[in-house]
């Protein structure tokens, strides 16, 4: 045996460690960016005008423009949500969340009222805790695929999971407050029902995004 036949098992060996310690650095470097992410989203606000019909449409004769226009803030964290589940999958998915809870909780007062174990007793806690259950749901639907109905029922399942979990919490912590119904009807209506659409269309404009930036790192590593 020659001695560059030798070295040919030994080459290999050498780049398949290079690969082995390679894939676990930038799993990690993910991780970070994808928690990151979800910090910056967290006070990221931006407004949607769009048409609607007035209730009073029919009964009142002062109409303006303006009656017509109705201007919705959102904070794109539930896409960002959908957009970390797309890129890094499950498991790594659930890593990035609890690894922004856990900075949340304990760190930097990263959520959007602040941070600290009291955060735990805010009505809105129990969306940031839905999150890892989410990208669970939607992680195991993509498992098989990136099809456009695995992409809508990973959607549909994320965002109807992180907010019903959501409201749940809070009629807990409404409870444990003496919090009277009409909290729970505007709590309701305010953070879930009027978003619900939003998040669900921006999640999956997010989740698509996120598929052809996984195929792009995938490409790159090789």
Wanted: one cysteine or more.
């Amino acid at each position: 045996m020659t001695d560059d036949e030798t070295m040919i098992p030994k080459i290999k060996r050498v780049k398949k460690e290079k690969k082995k310690i390679r894939i676990p650095l930038l799993n990690i470097l993910l991780v970070l960016f994808c928690s990151f992410l979800l910090m910056v989203s967290t006070f990221v606000q931006f407004n949607i005008t769009h048409y609607i019909i007035p209730f009073d449409i029919f009964s009142s004769n002062n109409l303006t423009k303006a009656d017509f226009l109705y201007t919705f803030s959102i904070i794109p964290q539930i896409p960002a949500v959908m957009f970390v589940v797309g890129l890094m999958g499950r498991r790594l998915g659930i890593t990035s969340i609890v690894l922004y809870i856990l900075i949340g909780l304990f760190c930097l007062p990263i959520f959007a009222l602040g941070g600290g174990m009291r955060y735990v007793l805010e009505p809105g806690f129990g969306y940031i805790a839905a999150y890892i259950p989410a990208v669970f749901f939607a992680g195991s639907i993509l498992k098989s695929g990136f099809s456009i109905r695995n992409m809508l029922k990973a959607v549909l399942i994320g965002v109807v999971t992180i907010h019903f979990i959501g409201i749940i919490y809070m009629l807990f912590i409404a409870a444990l407050r003496h919090e009277g119904w009409e909290f729970i009807k505007g709590w309701v209506i305010s953070q879930s029902l009027l978003k619900l659409a939003y998040d669900y269309v921006l999640s999956l404009v997010a989740l698509f995004v996120a598929k052809y930036v996984n195929k792009y790192i995938k490409y790159l590593i090789g």
